[in-house]
Antibody, heavy 117, light 108 residues
Framework: EVQLVQSGAEVKKPGESLKISCKGSGYSFTSYWIGWVRQMPGKGLEWMGIIYPSDSDTRYSPSFQGQVTISADKSISTAYLQWSSLKASDTAMYYC??????????WGQGTLVTVSS | EIVLTQSPGTLSLSPGERATLSCRASQSVSSSYLAWYQQKPGQAPRLLIYGASSRATGIPDRFSGSGSGTDFTLTISRLEPEDFAVYYCQQYGSSAYTFGQGTKLEIK
């Protein structure tokens, strides 16, 4: 079964760092892009960026460039999304999703990140 | 950046009725690069349609997509109770993706 399994919910304080993960299984991890999508509470989907694990080619939405870092470790079929200094406005559900190119056909279950003092 | 505007924001219909959801782009989108997703409360989005009109694996044939250029449509021919959810369109172009703001399909 093709699946993406994300790391568990996180509760952090403003200013702290965080790295969440997305592990792929059941397919060739290096043959598909992995994207990250933010969904703030009660809001819509926002595309953050995408990485091709085979060569770590990474693209960011202008809205998220410089705010987060996307990376991947193909040896363990895992992609990551990280923050160096969280803000309260980073509170959201974060989804990873697999893309063959122009759409997302497999989604992770989501990781809820809560940032509160 | 291409902006996708979905309408209506909320659509109230009854089971068995036909639903027509619109997605309008701020500039032309290749039909190959337009997709639709369904999201139910507490769940991750699910791919319904890609390439503007191709159904994803396992999607019932009551779901269909159409359109080209700047105007795209998702049609649900006969609403089932499980179809009431939020629907998003998404485009890909110039190495970037954008989503529409969503249409909530609610039971009337």
């Amino acid at each position: 079964e093709v699946q993406l399994v994300q790391s568990g919910a996180e509760v952090k304080k403003p200013g702290e760092s965080l790295k969440i993960s997305c592990k792929g299984s059941g397919y060739s991890f290096t043959s598909y892009w992995i994207g990250w999508v933010r969904q703030m509470p009660g809001k819509g989907l926002e595309w953050m960026g995408i990485i091709y694990p085979s060569d770590s080619d990474t693209r960011y939405s202008p809205s998220f460039q410089g705010q987060v870092t996307i990376s991947a470790d193909k040896s363990i079929s895992t992609a990551y999304l990280q923050w160096s200094s969280l803000k309260a406005s980073d509170t959201a559900m974060y989804y990873c999703a697999r893309s063959p190119g122009s759409y997302y056909n497999v989604w992770g279950q989501g990781t809820l990140v809560t940032v509160s003092s | 950046e291409i902006v996708l505007t979905q309408s209506p924001g909320t659509l109230s219909l009854s089971p068995g009725e036909r639903a027509t959801l619109s997605c309008r782009a701020s500039q032309s989108v290749s039909s190959s690069y337009l997709a639709w997703y369904q999201q139910k409360p507490g769940q991750a989005p699910r791919l319904l349609i890609y390439g503007a009109s191709s159904r994803a694996t396992g999607i019932p044939d009551r779901f269909s997509g159409s359109g080209s250029g700047t105007d795209f449509t998702l049609t649900i021919s006969r609403l089932e109770p499980e179809d009431f959810a939020v629907y998003y369109c998404q485009q890909y172009g110039s190495s970037a993706y954008t989503f529409g703001q969503g249409t909530k399909l609610e039971i009337k």
